[in-house]
């Protein structure tokens, strides 16, 4: 059970790292299906995950100097997303008190997933096809309003919103793959620490096993390493590749997931 966590950990990141969602779009729907944790577990460990693989990929980012993260916006929109982030993960508890049914809940978070990811695979085949016509929006308070409705999708969810992220990064600003990729990672990394902070606060940290947390956050750093490698040598035409792929699997996962929720929901 240890190592297939520390894979999944791993791997998830590994491609968040290169695509800029951050792994956590997939850790989640992937615990979910497993059945081994409860939403809220999976949730925070995905989180954990998350904010580990982001650290290695901005950190090195920042060092480098090149100034691929446009602080001038991407830090008005991580600070929507912070605010965001909180109210998510508070929405979530929310209804977790309201709903008490793991199938229910599970249900809800599963299809609004699925709806999303679909937005966002339609979107950007028709910003490749030159069919979207992008922005350079300056506005700082478009910036905020933006990023709040991006990390309460984050927070609810316990996803990282990198796919929404990239989708806005993309038509707010006219930003390359590449250098969105960058700064959704640093928007992730800002909200997710948000929505840890706000559970410690809340005092609504759910169970846990330490090693199964302790291995995926190491899987978080190593994939976050690598994919930060990889990205460095990879052009914008074969990021998109990826990034569409990817989202057609979570898609069909997050189908499958909700079938699996709703037969479990009581009659």
Avoid: H
Wanted: net charge positive; aromatic share 8%.
């Amino acid at each position: 059970m240890g190592l297939a966590y520390l894979l999944i950990a791993f791997f998830t990141s590994l491609v968040g790292a290169i695509c800029g969602i951050g792994g956590g779009v997939i850790i989640k729907p992937t615990l979910d299906m497993t059945g081994t944790v409860n939403l809220q577990t999976a949730n925070f460990l995905s989180s954990c995950t998350v904010i580990s693989m982001a650290l290695v990929s901005v950190g090195t980012t920042f060092a480098d100097k090149r100034g691929d993260i446009d602080t001038a916006r991407s830090t008005p929109l991580a600070t929507g997303a912070v605010l965001g982030g909180v109210a998510g993960g508070r929405l979530f508890s929310l209804m977790w008190i309201i709903s008490p049914d793991v199938n229910t809940l599970g249900v809800i978070q599963s299809m609004s997933m699925l709806l999303l990811t679909v937005a966002v695979i339609i979107y950007t085949l028709l910003r490749d096809r030159g069919r979207v016509a992008l922005r350079n929006v300056n506005s700082k308070a478009i910036c905020l309003a933006a990023g709040l409705a991006l990390g309460v999708v984050s927070g609810f969810l316990g996803i990282g919103a990198g796919p929404f992220n990239l989708m806005v990064l993309s038509w707010l600003f006219s930003m390359e793959n590449t250098v969105a990729v960058k700064n959704s990672l640093y928007i992730i990394l800002l909200s997710q620490i948000a929505n840890l902070c706000g559970l410690f606060i809340s005092k609504t940290i759910p169970a846990f096993d330490g090693i199964l947390l302790s291995l995926m956050i190491f899987g978080g750093i190593l994939g976050g390493m690598a994919g930060r490698a990889v990205n460095k040598r990879i052009g914008d035409r074969a990021v998109s590749r990826l990034f569409i792929g990817l989202m057609v699997g979570i898609s069909a996962l997050c189908a499958y997931n909700v079938l699996v929720f709703w037969q479990g929901i009581p009659t």
